[in-house]
């Protein structure tokens, strides 16, 4: 069994990765209906809780249907963050999240998300004392390094554990990386192997197919998974990585029927959360991956991510169950 603090978890754990403008409830629910053991809000700025703006405050909102969940915090600045600690803890998460990963200019440029990677001391700091601050278990979650040159995640890890934090999830890419090249496993690895470390280690980057997370499991030794990408679209994904692990088989493909009640159950509980205005808009985003690959789809995605009114969307999905009925995913 894999715990975070006293937060009980199966085996090699699946985490729904914090990801902007995707990890938002109606999209957590979804994934955590099809498997996800622990899934996290977009990351929100400290400062903009501290500001009370409303884009900040919003993100904050979780429900009790995707429990255990872990609110994401970004910042550099001590006070802030344990200001921040005091704002998230209201809205009752499992777990409080730090992000020292991000690679975008305008938050590294602040020493938030990756840029801390080139202040270790300041890093082991702030966990340090939002740790004291909370009895909810605080995470974290980064990258090998600022670097290729500068990689120094094994101390890094350990100096974290040391300072009280529960798990520690690793995007196996440098700062310098960004997004580009393969995700790098093995010092995720060297991480785990530490003996002297205790928590969970999660690893994460480029987790696409079950066998990529099977490989994850049994080839590189680590306790869990975090899925960003892969999740997106395709919220069905933390269902088929279990399949796979239970029966060494493929899930067959997901049906018309399951991606329509999706699309469906997606917008309708965006509506519920945002109100029709935003949760019609917000949602628009998604229908491309739900439907992906259906030929002559143009038409109905239009309709789907023109309308206005909730109603003509929810009409645009009956017409789309109808039209294709025959048509075979992969
Ligand atoms: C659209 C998008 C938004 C992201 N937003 C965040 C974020 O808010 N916080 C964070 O720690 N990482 C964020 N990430 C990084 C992911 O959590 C993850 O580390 C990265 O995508 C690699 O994992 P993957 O290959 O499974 O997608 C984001 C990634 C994407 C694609």
Redesign the pocket.
């Known amino acids: 069994m894999v715990k975070i603090g006293d937060i009980e978890l199966p085996d090699f754990p699946l985490l729904l ?6 990890s938002d409830p109606p999209f957590r629910a979804l994934c955590k209906e099809q498997g996800a053991d622990v899934v996290y809000t ?2 929100v700025s400290s400062e903009g809780l501290i500001r009370n703006a409303a884009k900040s405050v919003m993100k904050l909102d979780i429900y009790e249907k995707e429990r255990p969940v872990g609110i ?1 915090i970004f910042g550099a600045n001590m006070e802030s963050m344990l200001q921040t600690i005091d704002i998230v803890e209201k809205s009752n998460p499992d777990i409080i999240d730090i ?1 020292f ?2 690679p975008v200019k305008k938050v590294v440029s602040k020493g938030a998300g990756a840029g801390i990677l080139k202040d270790i001391c300041l890093m082991e700091q702030l966990t340090a004392e939002m740790v004291k601050r909370t009895n909810l278990p605080v995470t974290v ?1 980064t990258r090998l390094g600022w670097d290729h040159d500068s990689i120094k995640i094994v101390e890094v890890a350990e100096r974290l554990q040391d300072v009280g934090c529960k798990a520690i999830s690793i ?1 196996g890419r440098t700062r310098a990386q960004m997004y580009k090249g393969d ?1 790098d496993w093995k010092p995720i690895a060297e991480v785990k192997n530490n003996p002297r470390m205790h928590i969970p280690v999660f690893g ?4 696409d197919t079950p066998e990529k997370a099977m490989l994850m499991r049994d080839s590189y030794g680590l306790d869990g998974a ?5 999740s997106i679209g395709n919220p069905w994904f933390f269902k088929q990585v279990k399949h796979f692990f239970e029966t060494g088989e493929h899930l067959g493909p997901i049906s018309l029927a399951e991606r329509v009640d999706a699309a469906r159950r997606h917008l309708q509980m965006a509506i519920d959360w945002k109100g029709e205005t935003l949760g019609v808009f917000e949602t628009r985003r998604h229908y491309t991956n739900y439907f992906r690959g259906i030929p002559h789809f143009k038409k109905y995605r239009m309709k789907m991510v023109t309308s206005d009114d909730s109603k003509d969307v929810f009409a645009a999905f009956d017409e789309v169950l109808d039209v294709f009925s025959d048509y075979q995913f992969v």
């Not at 990765?17 to 995707?22: G, L, S």
């Not at 994460?204 to 987790?207: A, L, S, V």
């Not at 975090?226 to 892969?230: K, L, P, S």
């Open positions: 990765a914090p990801m902007e403008d995707v977009e990351f994401q992000n990963g991000c979650k995007h995700a994460n980057g480029d987790i975090m899925i960003g990408r892969a």
